[in-house]
């Protein structure tokens, strides 16, 4: 696992050193999902800058890709998934939780899917052996969710053959017919849905129903030691754009689309996942345990220090 994260660090790091980022700006990185809807609705209504922070959003296409990018410094504050965050943390790299951004509940389970190609035939947790299936970033919340839907339905995850697909990407994927199903949300489902690309194969986030973090934001530890002010400025701006976003569908639907790229009569036809920017420790705790489950882990994490107080 160190060494995984180490050579994505490197690459990254190179790949990005042509250019270096404003002083005193902070790029915030997500992927192409409405998890970070509150940090884009941050930036869309000004909430950053009324708080003192010059802050724009950064599109990360594979979520675990984020903890190496805040190690080289290439964002500063991100928004991975909480199975993503704790893995980088279990695998050495000293990273700090600064605030929460969304939580499962029933809207946000609902619109969680595995997408099936025409011409492929799934209609059970069984028939998932033996096929390819594409998952934004490999040991992200979406494949670590789907894998434990798998073993509750009695299916060995060994037996499917899981490889990286980015969100933009997955109805070509399964047009191609490069891999048989994907593992995604909404607005993708509704959306490769209505190409003509396949059918939902199963609502395995309805199975589970429940309740823990999914994506939250995070931050090297060193980097938010030191930017003490601006983690406050952070947290007060992502405060208030929660609100906007578990009241306000039509001004978070505009933000999602905007940075995501996606229809705006697409990202309407689904909710934002509810936003929740407190953040505990024992939250996390399911997740420590699903990951354990799976042979993730190679330590037993400290729950009290992965968020930064």
């Not at 893995?87 to 609902?110: C, H, I, K």
């Not at 994927?173 to 994907?182: E, I, P, R, Y």
């Not at 689904?270 to 939250?283: F, V």
Request: with cysteine; charged share 20%.
């Amino acid at each position: 696992m160190k060494k995984r994260f180490a050579i994505v660090l490197t690459a990254l790091s190179c790949a990005l050193s042509g250019g270096a980022f404003a002083q005193g700006k902070i790029q915030i990185g997500c992927t192409a999902t409405t998890d970070c809807a509150s940090a884009m609705v941050a930036a869309d209504e000004g909430l950053f800058r009324k708080h003192g922070l010059d802050a724009e959003m950064v599109l990360i296409g594979i979520n675990s890709n984020i903890p190496a990018a805040l190690l080289s410094n290439s964002i500063q504050i991100g928004g991975p998934t909480s199975t993503v965050f704790i893995q980088a943390v279990d695998g050495g790299l000293d990273l700090a939780a600064v605030a929460g951004a969304s939580v499962m509940n029933t809207s946000s389970n609902e619109a969680i899917a595995a997408f099936v190609r025409n011409g492929v035939t799934i209609k059970e947790p069984k028939d998932f052996v033996g096929k390819k299936v594409g998952a934004p970033g490999l040991g992200a919340f979406l494949h670590v969710l789907f894998r434990k839907w798998l073993m509750e339905k009695g299916v060995d995850p060994k037996s499917v053959n899981f490889v990286e697909v980015t969100f933009p990407t997955m109805n070509d994927v399964l047009k191609s017919g490069t891999v048989d199903a994907v593992l995604t949300a909404e607005p993708f489902v509704t959306r490769m849905t209505n190409a003509g690309t396949g059918y939902v194969g199963a609502r395995y986030g309805a199975d589970l129903a429940r309740t823990e973090p999914i994506i939250f934001y995070a931050a090297s530890r060193d980097w938010a030691a030191s930017h003490a002010e601006d983690i406050k400025k952070f947290r007060a701006a992502i405060a208030e754009a929660a609100v906007i976003v578990n009241t306000d569908r039509a001004k978070a639907g505009a933000s999602i689309a905007k940075f995501t790229k996606q229809p705006l009569d697409i990202v309407k036809l689904s909710p934002p996942n509810h936003s929740e920017p407190a953040l505990k420790s024992d939250q996390l705790a399911w997740w420590i345990e699903v990951m354990k489950q799976q042979g993730m882990l190679q330590t037993d994490p400290d729950l009290n220090r992965m968020i930064l107080k």
